[in-house]
């Protein structure tokens, strides 16, 4: 028989996420830090970027994420980054809702997803149209009070509430669900011998990349002594472009 669901207290989430954090080595400032953003977005409804996260970050710990490089920095603003710091304050908003909002239409959509999405559905020749960015339906849903947009543990409420008259239940109930693709076990298999291939002694990569570097960094990925996907995805990136623009290859058809 399953334990019947309780309420915790925001203050007890807190203190476990800090010892939990703590146990890894990180220092206080940074444990506190890392666990108070992670039940704060629990508490605005985001249960996918919450404390259901700890296991994941954990785990890249375990593998040997830096502990001592800056990871979360809190929204306050004193130590908001240029830039996000300038839209956060300047403006007439009353709450911290609307200015986190305001900051990532103005800078996180612009700057990451939509110019990614662009990108890629360009490369595929297709025409991508986002109608929830609709410039009437914006301003209609910025003039919404934040209490009413915003309730804890109900993520997407005005989403999901619009959507319960188009969808079944159970579907515009469902809970959130990713689809990053498996890129991190990718790279722990064939990809990651793809790189090692590519950056092999004697390749036309091997003049502007060190072939022992990179297959250091596979290595290390591959054992999960540290986590390199990153860097490793900029080098399939680079000998992409390498390919098509320095060694003029026709490209191989999907």
């Known amino acids: 028989m399953s334990a019947s669901p309780r309420n915790v207290a925001v203050?007890?989430?807190?203190v476990f996420a800090?010892?939990?954090?703590?146990?890894?080595?990180m220092d206080e400032d940074k444990?506190?830090?890392?666990?108070?953003?992670?039940?704060?977005t629990d508490m605005m409804g985001r249960r996918t970027h919450g404390l259901a996260m700890a296991p994941l970050y954990l785990e890249e710990i375990r593998k040997g994420w830096d502990r001592s490089s800056p990871y979360l920095v809190m929204n306050t603003n004193a130590n908001l980054i240029p830039g996000h710091s300038d839209i956060?304050?300047?403006?007439?908003?009353?709450?911290?809702?609307?200015?986190m909002c305001l900051a990532d239409t103005r800078m996180f959509l612009p700057d990451g997803i939509l110019i990614c999405n662009d990108k890629m559905s360009m490369a595929a020749s297709l025409e991508l149209r986002v109608?929830?960015?609709?410039?009437?339906?914006?301003?209609?849903v910025e003039r919404i009070p934040a209490r009413s947009r915003v309730r804890p543990r109900h993520g997407k409420r005005l989403h999901r509430m619009a959507m319960e008259r188009l969808l079944p239940g159970q579907i515009a109930s469902r809970p959130k669900h990713g689809f990053?693709?498996?890129y991190d076990d990718w790279l722990r298999a064939s990809l990651g011998q793809e790189v090692e291939r590519r950056y092999a002694p004697g390749s036309p990569l091997a003049e502007l990349i060190d072939p022992g570097a990179a297959a250091r960094l596979v290595d290390e990925h591959r054992r999960g002594r540290a986590d390199h996907k990153a860097i490793l995805y900029c080098l399939l990136e680079l000998s992409?472009?390498?390919?098509?623009?320095?060694?003029?290859?026709?490209?191989?058809?999907?």
């Open 88 to 99: 956060y304050n300047d403006n007439a908003l009353p709450d911290q809702i609307n200015r």
């Open 240 to 254: 992409e472009w390498h390919a098509a623009f320095v060694e003029a290859r026709e490209p191989v058809a999907a």
């Open 31 to 40: 444990a506190g830090t890392v666990g108070r953003v992670l039940v704060l």
């Open 180 to 182: 990053s693709p498996p």
């Open 18 to 25: 800090f010892a939990l954090f703590r146990a890894t080595g």
């Open 131 to 140: 109608p929830f960015l609709d410039v009437e339906l914006m301003r209609f």
């Open 11 to 14: 203050e007890s989430l807190n």
